[in-house]
């Protein structure tokens, strides 16, 4: 099992940036695929960007390219997810999760393991 918080979610305008932090405990993450997700209000959950278990390979959705860059300390057993340049269409819930099986899946359902989320709202 795999305990997940998310935190360092909160208001921003837009233009700035955020860093989100997710601490795992009872396994550790850095044998597992990792990956962000967010749910805007009415929508389904959406990939942002994963990293390979063994921190080698990204990959990003279109949208946060050049703007969102996800990292791992392993020693802290915690998983990163620096935001810059935020627009007002990244307001979402921010999640992370962890994939186990080292998957590099952009589908929710690829995850085992996610936290509860944190509220990241970019004003316009």
């Known amino acids: 099992q795999v305990q997940l918080v998310e935190s360092g979610g909160g208001l921003v305008q837009a233009g700035g940036s955020l860093r989100l932090s997710c601490a795992g405990s009872?396994?550790?993450?850095?044998?597992?695929?990792v990956g962000w997700f967010r749910q805007a209000p009415g929508k389904e959950h959406e990939f942002v960007t994963l990293?390979?278990?063994?921190?080698?390979?990204?990959y990003s959705t279109d949208s946060v390219k050049g703007r969102f860059t996800i990292s791992r300390d392993n020693a802290k057993n915690s998983v990163y997810l620096q935001m810059n340049s935020l627009k007002p269409e990244d307001t979402a819930v921010y999640y992370c999760?962890?994939?186990?099986?080292?998957?590099?899946?952009?589908?929710?359902?690829?995850?085992?393991?996610w936290g509860q989320g944190t509220q990241v709202t970019v004003s316009s």
């Open positions: 999760a962890v994939d186990p099986a080292r998957r590099l899946g952009v589908r929710p359902q690829e995850y085992d393991y």
């Open positions: 009872g396994r550790t993450l850095s044998g597992a695929t």
């Open positions: 990293l390979s278990w063994n921190g080698v390979y990204t």
